[in-house]
């Protein structure tokens, strides 16, 4: 198909096709120029692709130049001009029938419209023979007619409906006033109420604490010589956030502190604390001289620090060391007194929170949060024990203890009329100054914790129940065998009697553990059972020192025949050395037991001082019954051949028991044997109570415990200026009396 022309299309005649003029609408020759004229838009529309009128197309009319028969038209020259070239194939497709409507409005000229108005010549019908050829027809199919659309009526617009400005002012302003309010609620909230919450958030992050050791109270004796004091020193610490080089510090921190370079290294490793801040204190060093925290100091190391501290001092070194104890290096007590009145020794530690800097500024902020809570000093402690006399106890017993290889040795001294303990002494001990390397065992205060079957020294309490019973007199005699049977078990004396009479006294010179049976025979299970509760055996005596052993009496439903024998001899009886102690104390005061203690006072911060709690008293034997005992006691000392001749005072007269039991250990004997010597001086009117108990597995006990006894009690009565007994002369015994 050939390329369609850009230029109009003309008929035979040469004019386009499409400019004739319609009925009272169509155009003529220009008369200025003679040329067809040209139809406008109006015009084109009016016209089928044939240049016919569609009224022509369909009807047969014959083509007029109006209604008047060519009547001349007349149009602006604007009107004759198409403003749309597009135009005339919409009103083909249209159908013309806008066109001609349009035709028909502009078929009268304008009144009053100026402008060139052209005359339109009556255009002369065609015949059939005139025409020209139809055009070729297209072969796509012609879009359906469709009626023109109508543009709905526009409604006028309604004015818009405005709201009350004075409800909105009224809303606006509640609103405002409620967010006020409740801004204004919140920071009286914030200023008022949660004031502290908010103003200490911030605060522990940039707080340092520093902890102000309580001075621990000291230890004195009963003159107020100190046996055990604290004295300033300091502690050195570390920031291990503050640290650069924590192997170069821990390098020159060693050999000033004496700790390994790597423990000091793992002591300075970061660490994060419970609320997963970083640590920023750790101790590396406490009690440290005050001449070494200066040279700690001169380092400037970096996150290294000094603070006062205190030390724990001992100047006995082992003088009442196993009964001191010793304290932890937080001054905690360990063992003994210091950990019995930890509580009351140890006082409150002070504390100090401020605020600081970070980095080279780490220093307390003037006028920042600073918080100081003073330290209360604990209190003071004076014990019964003289000094002078617990040196020369140790002392005495520690020599003579040297002959025992692995023994153990007791050493008490009692004030009769109080029940003061004056002297303690254990073996073996240590130096409670440096507690670090010793052992358990020497740590032990082996006069309350060291149980023993304490043999004959128990029968001074079958005799004095006895007395006190009326089932003896002082001058009972009794005839008296080798050897007695009770159950299933015989009983022997070490000094025969071959069945003739023996006094009291000879009995308890002799040690006869025949007599002793008989006597007991006599008393009963249940009465013997009652004095030795009196006397305070089966109970911790409640001196003051921390685990002291109860000891144990045989109940009476456990006694079997040979219970009869054993128990009044002081075998199947356990005990302390302090218990049998303060038994033979009870003796020496007029048959009134009193409680051993060791606590004289408590001194308080201020100075002022408190009386120890009072000891227990009770009545056990009536004064005549006790001073008769006494004088029986003391022909085991006098009477040629007793067992307890060694143990005699020159210038004193002393009355007292030798003793041979067994050690028991969680309730089993042991190896070797248990010799003791308790007696009292001076006898007449005693003063003093001291018992030497000796454990020697290869033997030589008794040599210990009576010649110990000796040189104890010269050495105290000597200290106390006890006069010699000059007075009285101790009595002639007869053991036996015909």
């Known amino acids: 198909m050939p390329p369609r022309s850009e230029d109009p299309r003309r008929d035979a005649t040469g004019s386009r096709r499409g400019s004739s003029s319609r009925d009272g609408g169509g155009r003529g020759a220009d008369p200025r120029t003679g040329e067809p004229g040209v139809g406008g838009i109006s015009g084109a529309r009016a016209y089928t692709p044939r240049g016919r009128t569609i009224r022509e197309e369909h009807g047969g009319l014959p083509r007029t130049g109006g209604a008047a028969g060519g009547a001349e038209q007349r149009r602006s020259p604007r009107s004759t001009r198409s403003g749309d070239p ?54 796509t199919p012609r879009r359906p007619e469709r009626p023109a659309g109508r543009r709905p009526a526009r409604k006028p617009p309604r004015p818009p409906k405005l709201a009350d400005p004075r409800l909105r002012l009224r809303l606006g302003t509640a609103l405002t006033l409620a ?35 309580a001075p621990r109270g000291a230890i004195y004796d009963r003159f107020g010589a100190q046996l055990a004091h604290s004295v300033e020193a300091r502690y050195v610490f570390a920031d291990p956030t503050l640290i650069e080089d924590i192997p ?58 000094v603070h006062r501290d205190e030390r724990r001092e001992v100047p006995g070194d082992d003088l ?16 003994g007194l210091e950990a019995r009145y930890d509580d009351l020794l140890r006082g409150q530690d002070g504390k100090r929170v401020y605020e600081a800097g970070l980095g080279d500024l780490a220093a307390p902020i003037p006028g920042g949060y600073s918080r100081t809570t003073p330290p209360k000093p604990g209190s003071s402690l004076t014990l019964t024990v003289d000094r002078d006399l617990q040196y020369m106890t140790q002392v005495i017993l520690s020599r003579h203890m040297a002959q025992a290889r692995n023994g153990v040795g007791a050493a008490v001294v009692l004030d009769v009329a109080t029940g003061e303990v004056l002297a303690q002494a254990s073996h073996p001990t240590y130096n409670a100054a440096q507690p670090e390397g010793s052992q358990p065992a020497a740590r032990e205060d082996a006069a309350t914790s060291f149980v023993v079957d304490p043999g004959s020294v128990h029968k001074a309490i079958t005799f004095g129940a006895a007395l006190q019973e009326g ?33 009291l006294p000879g009995m308890l010179a002799y040690s006869s553990n025949v007599g002793t049976i008989t006597i007991a025979d006599e008393l009963g299970r249940d009465r013997l059972i009652d004095y030795q509760r009196r006397f305070g055996l089966g109970q911790p005596t409640g001196e003051g020192m921390p685990g002291e052993a109860s000891g144990r009496l045989l109940p009476a439903d456990e006694w079997s025949g040979s219970s009869y024998g054993s128990v009044p001899i002081g075998h199947s009886v356990d005990a302390t050395p302090l218990q049998m102690a303060a038994a033979y104390a009870a003796i020496a005061n007029n048959g009134t037991y009193v409680q051993p203690h060791l606590i004289k006072e408590v001194i308080g911060p201020d100075g002022t001082r408190k009386p120890g709690k009072a000891p227990v008293t009770r009545s056990v034997l009536s004064p005549q019954n006790a001073a008769a005992l006494r004088t029986m006691l003391e022909a085991v000392t006098t009477v040629d051949g007793a067992t307890g001749v060694p143990a005699a005072v020159p210038g004193f007269r002393v009355a007292g028991k030798t003793g041979t039991g067994w050690r028991l250990v969680d309730g089993q004997k042991q190896p070797g044997e248990v010799s003791s010597f308790i007696g009292m001086a001076p006898a007449e009117k005693p003063r003093y109570v001291i018992a030497v108990f000796a454990y020697a597995p290869g033997g030589g006990g008794a040599a210990i415990a009576t010649e110990g006894f000796k040189e104890m009690m010269q050495f105290t009565l000597r200290h106390y200026k006890v006069p010699p007994s000059t007075t009285a002369k101790p009595p002639k015994f007869v053991v036996y009396p015909r």
Not at 115 to 137: F, I, K, L, M, N
Not at 185 to 206: H, K
Not at 320 to 335: V, Y
Request: aromatic share 4%; net charge positive; glycine share 10%.
């Open 86 to 139: 597009f135009r005339p194939a919409l009103q083909v497709l249209d159908g013309g029938r806008a066109g001609a409507a349009r035709a028909a409005r502009r078929s009268a000229p304008a009144a009053g419209r100026s402008g060139v108005v052209r005359t339109v010549q009556p255009r002369t019908p065609r015949t059939p023979s005139d025409e020209p050829p139809a055009p070729r027809r297209r072969t």
């Open 179 to 213: 967010i006020f309010a409740t801004i204004g609620i919140r920071l009286v909230f914030l200023q008022a109420v949660d004031t502290p919450a908010y103003a200490g958030g911030g605060v522990a992050d940039r707080t340092r604490t520093v902890d102000l050791p």
């Open 248 to 305: 170069a510090t821990a390098r020159a921190l060693s050999p000033l502190l004496g700790i390994s370079v790597s423990k000091l290294t793992e002591l300075m490793r970061p660490r994060k604390l419970e609320n997963g801040n970083p640590s920023r204190f750790q101790y590396l060093a406490r009690g440290v001289e005050i001449a070494t925290a200066k040279q700690v100091l001169a380092l400037e190391l970096q996150g290294i620090g």
């Open 320 to 335: 009442a060391a196993n009964l001191i104890g010793f304290t932890s290096q937080d001054m905690n007590g360990l063992e």
């Open 471 to 503: 089932v003896i007199t002082p001058d009972t005699t009794l005839p008296i065998p080798n050897s007695i049977k009770m159950g299933d078990t015989w009983f022997s004396d070490t000094h025969p009697a071959n069945g003739r009479r023996m006094s």
